[in-house]
């Protein structure tokens, strides 16, 4: 049972404009989400995280929104660049009760930025 | 330079075979994960280690073991009862419960 889904296996998106990222979870919970990035044969990278207790977070050019009703976060690059080609990975951790220890990641979604 | 280093980056062995995947830290971090990734998934864990000589089980830890002697090090061996070896190898470690952050990972292929 996936608890941690990206259902869009594959993004394209032209160079400066918004890359969006979706991820959905199913375990209530999950109250700490984390996007990593991947290019290949490397290890993942920590991009961004947000606490359940807030909808949304920023670090430059990258935000993530999480909707808690809907179980649903986002990823949005702005404005997208050739080197955010990689695959991002969302996570989830129940981190009120297991801390960060068990992290659940998606399948992940590989993006492509067209020049 | 603070990091985590995996060893070797590519790895073949024989069906049958023990084999250890080396990782080691200089954070200073107390927490060591071990994963697995195959093609089109997710990472999976297999073994996470929150202190020296302590570890737990994760999801996928048939067939595999660890030992966590000294901080820095935690080593995973894939035995031969592991169904399906083949596969990218990743290390993290976390000061804590806090954010983990992945080693460079090894490729296991087994022939």
């Known amino acids: 049972d996936q608890q941690v889904k990206q259902n869009s296996p594959s993004l394209s998106v032209q160079e400066g404009r918004i890359s969006i990222l979706n991820c959905d979870y199913t375990?209530?919970?999950?109250?700490?989400f984390l996007w990593y990035k991947k290019y290949p044969a490397e290890g993942p990278t920590f991009l961004i995280s947000i606490s359940s207790i807030k909808d949304k977070n920023e670090d430059g050019r990258f935000t993530v929104f999480l909707n808690k009703s809907a179980k649903h976060l986002s990823l949005h690059i702005v404005p997208s660049q050739p080197g955010d080609s990689a695959v991002y990975f969302c996570?989830?951790?129940?981190?009120?009760?297991?801390?960060?220890?068990?992290?659940?990641f998606g399948t992940g979604t590989r993006l492509t930025i067209i020049p | 330079d603070g990091g985590i280093t995996q060893s070797p980056k590519y790895l073949f062995r024989k069906e049958g075979q023990n084999v250890t995947l080396s990782c080691e830290q200089n954070?200073?971090?107390?927490?060591m994960y071990w994963y697995r990734q195959d093609p089109g998934q997710g990472l999976r864990l297999i073994y996470y280690s929150q202190i020296v000589n302590d570890f737990q089980k994760g999801d996928i830890a048939e067939g595999y073991s660890v030992s966590r002697e000294k901080k820095e090090s935690f080593p995973l061996t894939v035995t031969s009862a592991q169904k399906n070896p083949t596969a990218f190898y990743l290390c993290?470690?976390?000061?804590?419960?806090?954010?983990?952050?992945f080693g460079p990972g090894t490729r296991l292929t087994v022939l």
């Open positions: 993290a470690s976390s000061r804590g419960g806090d954010t983990q952050y």
């Open positions: 996570a989830a951790s129940p981190r009120a009760l297991f801390g960060n220890e068990k992290l659940t």
């Open positions: 954070l200073n971090h107390d927490a």
């Open positions: 375990n209530s919970m999950f109250d700490y």
